[in-house]
């Protein structure tokens, strides 16, 4: 991943990676030196420019010192997977199995956009989809900018932290990471809108932005800012693109889109 990702990649293989020929969050069949049956996906899990390749296995250790040799001169380097992982925050990627499960519906976790319910084709849940959506959902997926917290001198949180909203429990923390771009702690969780009764009301869009919200991190409540959809971020890529995938963003603001432009 990085913003010479597609040339470096294109001096590998025979295939088109131009972005109409190859578009974002698309998966295409492709060779890499010489090795085929590779399996490329034009996304990342941080958001930005590159591709997650599947290799048959045979292939695994030449295709890998191909993308080495072919790196260097754009400085290609190795990245922790830990470290990576975190970049996601920013951009409010999901994560299966960490905000994730067999119980989270496309209607919760803002995925809504990849079901079809205008194609002839049935699929298992749909009615419960369907019901769902006309009920109104009972959680919903957001993000928090936490506040008033020193990275350097406040514990941090690490996930399963409680959210309030004006004072009341409203959820938990699935995902927590420091957010190298805002510069300040990013929690991902749910937020329920439970009734004093203890009866869960529908959540809604409104429901959400409308609150004040804290997370308390090691018995301290941080104050904390909740947004449905990433803030627009810069990037060094001029693919437009990304900066308008639907799950993150509510809008495309182009005068963060910084265009890059590799020294000659």
């Known amino acids: 991943m990085g913003p010479f990702t597609r040339i470096m990649l294109s001096e590998l293989t025979d295939t ?29 899990h941080t958001g930005e420019l590159g591709y997650v390749l599947y290799i048959p296995n045979e292939f695994a250790l030449h295709v890998y010192t191909k993308l080495m040799e072919a790196g260097q001169k754009y400085g290609i380097r190795h990245c922790g997977y830990y470290a990576m992982r975190t970049l996601r925050v920013e951009k409010f990627f999901a994560f299966w199995g960490q905000d994730l499960d067999t119980f989270t519906t496309p209607l919760e976790c803002g995925r809504m956009w990849r079901v079809k319910f205008d194609k002839k084709v049935d699929f298992i849940g749909k009615e419960a989809l369907l019901q769902q959506r006309d009920k109104g959902v009972e959680r919903m997926y957001i993000q928090l900018l936490i ?11 690490w996930g399963g932290e409680p959210i309030y ?5 409203c959820g938990q923390t699935t995902t927590t990471a420091y957010g190298f771009t805002f510069k300040k702690q990013i929690c991902l969780g749910f937020v329920k809108n439970i009734h004093p009764s203890g009866r ?43 900066e308008a995938y639907k799950a993150t963003r509510d809008k ?11 020294n000659k």
């Open 200 to 242: 869960a009301l529908p959540v809604t869009n409104d429901y959400v932005l409308s609150g004040d919200y804290e997370v308390e991190i090691a018995g301290i409540r941080y104050p904390a800012k909740a947004n449905l959809h990433s803030p627009n971020l810069p990037t060094k890529y001029p693919d437009q693109e990304r």
């Open 16 to 44: 088109d990676l131009s972005p109409k020929s190859f578009p974002f969050f698309t998966c295409k069949e492709l060779d890499v030196g010489l090795a085929n049956g590779i399996r490329a996906l034009n996304l990342t």
């Open 165 to 169: 909203r004006d004072g009341l429990y």
């Open 252 to 262: 495309v603001d182009e005068s963060n889109l910084l265009a890059y432009r590799p």
């Open 147 to 157: 506040n008033d917290h020193d990275p350097d001198l406040d514990l941090w949180s």
